[in-house]
């Protein structure tokens, strides 16, 4: 993989991307400011530049806000919520510019397996394998055929990878060393601060630090999970 230099006109397409109300994370900044402050474009890009040269990041922008989201009236069963976790919109905005090169290096080599949709940008990785699924049932109804089957979840597996086999597979797939350095620098300070009815349940200095699974919440999660499943998909 080619080295990464990022540049304003980086941060300007990573943040034309973006929605512009996305709900932050602690920095509390959305994108619509970054969208109109265009003059900030090129601060940023060199401020992401140092940290990705002195692979480091200030522990705010790896630390998420997780909303706890109720699914019905039972409150006091913590399996009744939907977590959903918001990051700093600044670490967003630099893990797109990130997941943009591993993708066009990923894409130029042809990595991933074929039957892999979820991380290709353009489209729905899981609605147009269900809409091709629902195409073949009627060909094969209306013909009369045979038709054989298998569909393969993996169980938690989003949340319950170690964090030594997605930095491992970074490297085995040849992504520049500066990158995994830097990606491996900001897992190991991953945490997020639980959010319940807009109160938080953790104290400041109490972060729950993530130490397994990929962060969720920003665009290179889904990307570095997909990579970390690819030997196995190219498998099956």
């Known amino acids: 993989m080619d080295p990464v230099i990022i540049t304003p006109d980086d941060v300007a397409e990573a943040v034309r991307r973006a929605p512009y109300r996305k709900s932050p994370g602690l920095d509390g900044l959305h994108h619509y400011w970054l969208k109109g402050f265009m003059v900030c474009h090129a601060v ?31 409150s006091t069963d913590p399996s009744k919520y939907r977590p959903i976790t918001c990051l700093p919109t600044i670490y967003k905005t630099l893990t797109s510019i990130l997941s943009a090169r591993i993708i066009r290096h990923l894409n130029s080599n042809q990595v991933m397996s074929r039957a892999q949709n979820g991380y290709r940008g353009g489209g729905r990785g899981t609605k147009e394998p269900l809409l091709i699924d629902a195409v073949i049932g009627k060909v094969v109804k209306r013909n009369c055929r045979n038709l054989s089957a298998a569909w393969i979840d993996y169980k938690k597996a989003f949340d319950s990878e170690p964090h030594t086999w997605p930095k491992r597979v970074l490297e085995l797939y040849k992504v520049e060393c500066t990158v995994r350095e830097f990606l491996g620098q900001c897992m190991g300070q991953w945490s ?4 319940h009815l807009g109160e938080r349940m953790t104290a400041a200095e109490n972060h729950i630090r993530i130490r397994r699974g990929i962060f969720q919440g920003d665009c290179l999660s889904p990307i570095w999970f997909c990579l970390s499943l690819n030997p196995l998909s190219t498998l099956l």
């Open 44 to 74: 940023l890009a060199r401020q992401f530049q140092e940290a990705l040269d002195h692979n480091s990041l200030p522990s705010l922008f790896t630390t998420g806000i997780t909303h706890l989201v109720p699914k019905d009236r039972d």
């Open 192 to 195: 997020t601060i639980l959010c």
